[in-house]
């Protein structure tokens, strides 16, 4: 058993197999979560259907929140699979499997050792806030894909200069995913040839070149953009979205240790080792001038401290260090253990990964947002709506949230779902001046609507969250024939 663990083919296959089974599997009927993954599943959909891969649209509106790498490989699936969940999540499954390749190659190519690069690719895969992000419709997982290429190109290019190339063209991929989040690769690769004293290194012609493919390309959509609708874009994009929400606005109040107790809830068990790692590496690095362990010192210090000075702290905008953190930890077990704990330790990991596998694709249980069935009651009430409603018209909010569930509708049905009201009175008065309107509310909240106004609406549809209703004046124009209609894939 041990000859197999620690044969170099065998790891390769088994980590591309068991990722793929763990990030795709049981991802065919769940749905997608309203926040965030039906938004951003909604703008590939609009990029798909108009064409437009410049211009990101969110209910028709121009949306600047975000560059459109990922959405664009989200439309690219769409036109493979069809508009569903799945298609959504797919590239995400697939970059998150990327991720886990490459920080095995990335640790193999250090250390020239397979235990090594075979243990950090499964602690990678541990804790499941990492799984959980690979099988959702978001952008964090790109993004660290992007910034872990960069860095192994960046690493190969000390031994071949025209991997620089490609460090520019990932980092510029990091920055179509993720705006400015995706230049960590160039911080972290200038602070490394400043901190190693290779001043010549930072002149190199294809550096140069691969840096400046990176801002290039990289701000390519932010130009574009700029040019389409001038100082709009520039305020929202960069003034209202980036830094107001990370550094100006009063909701979230600041918290330097953020990061650090996000990773104290959620990095277990691997977290004192990691501390640990990292002193022995900045040790390494900065005293006994070892370049392997200043660079991996570097990227998740740099990119933690960096992102602690923001005011909005969620681990998965880390997700970009976890491969670091991975390698480290390994090297840490690796200096500490004898070949007898190697072996065990690895054939413990590899067990957990695969009783993973097993349990995501055999088994029914539900943990975490991925493995539970997501926006089951909008999916359920989709088609009814999309019959009901013309699509230049939004559906009626009687005392829901603004945002919920108003991306997962705008997804699942195609129509939009206006800002609540909360009047009795003013919900009267609209059902008057316009009788065809038609509503959502809670269920809880409809029945008791129909108990204090029995004659005053009629139900079409509802469900143990949501109640689709409209004024009785209507019930006759209500249409339940979906024979001539392309009913929507709510999967």
């Not at 929140?65 to 990922?70: A, D, G, R, T």
């Not at 699979?81 to 490459?102: C, H, K, M, N, P």
């Amino acid at each position: 058993m041990s000859a197999i663990l620690n044969n170099k083919t065998f790891q390769i296959y088994f980590l591309v197999f068991i990722s793929l089974l763990i990030m795709l599997g049981r991802q065919l009927d769940t749905g997608i979560t309203n926040f965030d993954d039906a938004f951003y599943a909604q703008k590939a959909k609009e990029i798909y259907e108009s064409g437009n891969l410049w211009i990101v649209t969110h209910g028709g509106t121009p949306s600047f929140e975000n560059p459109p790498l990922p959405f664009w490989l989200m439309a690219l699936t769409y036109s493979i699979f069809g508009i569903s969940s799945f298609s959504a999540v797919f590239f995400s499954g697939l970059f998150g499997t990327g991720i886990i390749v490459l920080t095995y190659r990335l640790a193999d190519y250090l250390y020239k050792d397979s235990w090594i690069a075979f243990f950090s690719s499964l602690i990678l895969l541990f804790p499941g806030i990492f799984i959980d992000s690979s099988r959702r419709a978001m952008v964090d997982i790109p993004l660290a894909f992007f910034v872990t290429l960069a860095l192994f190109a960046f690493i190969k290019a000390k031994a071949h200069k025209p991997w620089y190339l490609l460090f520019g063209l990932a980092t510029a991929g990091g920055i179509l995913s993720k705006s400015v989040l995706g230049i960590f690769p160039l911080a972290i690769a200038f602070f490394y040839l400043v901190f190693s004293r290779q001043w010549k290194e930072i002149v190199n012609p294809l550096l140069v070149t691969g840096v400046l493919l990176a801002l290039g390309l990289g701000f390519s959509w932010h130009l574009i953009n700029w040019m389409e609708f001038g100082q709009s874009f520039i305020n929202s994009h960069f003034g209202v979205l980036i830094f107001n929400r990370g550094f100006g606005e009063n909701i979230h109040p600041y918290n330097f240790p953020g990061y650090a107790e996000d990773f104290l809830r959620n990095y277990w068990p691997w977290l004192p080792f990691a501390l640990i790692g990292l002193y022995k590496f900045g040790k390494r690095g900065f005293i006994g001038k070892d370049e392997n362990s200043l660079l991996l010192f570097l990227w998740p210090t740099l990119v933690f401290v960096v992102m602690s000075t923001s005011k909005n702290h969620t681990i998965r905008y880390v997700l970009m260090i976890f491969p670091a953190l991975s390698i480290i930890v390994a090297k840490t077990f690796s200096n500490w253990l004898d070949s007898r704990w190697k072996d065990q330790a690895l054939g413990s990991l590899v067990g957990i990964a695969c009783l993973t596998a097993l349990f995501v694709n055999v088994t029914p249980f539900q943990a975490k947002v991925t493995l539970g069935e997501s926006s089951k009651e909008v999916r359920q009430l989709a088609s009814i709506i999309k019959l009901n409603i013309p699509e230049s018209i939004k559906l009626g909010n009687f005392r829901l949230s603004t945002w919920n569930p108003k991306h997962a509708m705008l997804f699942y049905s195609d129509r939009g779902l206006e800002n609540p009201i909360n009047d009795m009175e003013e919900l009267l008065k609209q059902l008057q001046s316009n009788p065809k309107k038609m509503w959502l509310s809670n269920s809880t909240q409809f029945k008791k609507l129909k108990s204090q106004m029995p004659d005053a609406f009629y139900l079409i549809q509802a469900n143990s969250k949501y109640a689709f209703f409209t004024s009785s004046e209507n019930r006759d124009f209500i249409q339940y024939d979906f024979s001539s209609m392309k009913v929507p894939n709510v999967k």
